[in-house]
Each structure stands twice: as C-alpha cells, then as structure tokens.
C-alpha cells in the first residue's frame, strides 16, 4: 500500500558524506491516503544481521544507537513525505545495503465503501552504499 524508495547510495571514498533520502508514496487510484509517523534507517552489511541507525518520530524526536551517534543525522520533510539520513566522515565499515522503515497511519475504504484507519509498517527496497579508494 505504502512504498518506501530509498536512493542517493553510491561509491564514496573515506571520509566523504552521502545524504540518502527515502520517499514514501502510494498509489492515487487507491484512494488511500497515509501519514509516515516514525520513519528508521537500518543497515545490513554482508554476512550480517540488518541494524537500526537512527529513527525520527512525527515530531522530530530522533533517536540514534549509542554506537552510531555523531556522525549519523536522520532528518524528515513531511510536506514532501520524505526523510533523510545523512552520513558524514564515512568509513569502510560503514559499506552495507541501508533500508528506509516507515510506521504510516493508513486511511482507506475496505469492502462494500466501510472506511478503515490502519497502522502498518512498510520497509523500502535498499540502497547499496559503498565505502571504498
């Protein structure tokens, strides 16, 4: 119902900075309409489990694991339906396919034109990252 695109990956040299955007949109025919409510950015590395970066709720609470703090900044546009996870001073190991998570209020018509409001949770496909000289 609700898709998540990620882009802005690429190959960066250490050191460098990326600013990944991940949008979310439906489709108009649906009649659905949506708010993003908490939107995370994970990663997941080759041979490794998918890790939470950093999250933003509706008001702009953010929220970062201890580990990633400082050079992480996750950021949200809601009148473009659209967040933002920059990444500065990149490393090798930051290298890893980086995921949009969106928590989004769903308003749709369900059988026989019965209006329903939804929480759902919605992943997008990936952007590659690469950190490489």
């Known amino acids: 119902q609700v898709q998540l695109a990620e882009s802005g990956g690429g190959l960066v040299q250490p050191g460098g900075s990326l600013k990944l955007s991940c949008l979310a949109s439906?489709?108009?025919?649906?009649?659905?309409?949506?708010?993003?409510?908490?939107m995370r950015w994970y990663r997941q590395a080759p041979g490794k489990q998918r890790d939470l970066v950093a999250a933003?709720?509706?008001?702009?609470?953010?929220n970062y694991p201890e580990t990633e703090k400082g050079r992480f900044i996750i950021s949200r546009d809601d009148a473009k339906n659209t967040g933002y996870l920059q990444i500065n001073a990149l490393k090798a190991e930051d290298t890893a396919v980086y995921y949009c998570?969106?928590?989004?209020?769903?308003?749709?018509?369900?059988?026989?034109?019965?209006?329903?409001?939804?929480?759902?949770?919605?992943w997008g496909r990936g952007t590659q990252v690469t950190v490489s000289s």
């Open positions: 998570n969106a928590d989004c209020l769903l308003a749709y018509y369900g059988s026989h034109g019965v209006p329903i409001r939804a929480r759902k949770e919605f």
């Open positions: 933003i709720s509706r008001d702009g609470t953010t």
């Open positions: 439906v489709a108009s025919e649906t009649g659905t309409t949506f708010e993003v409510d908490t």
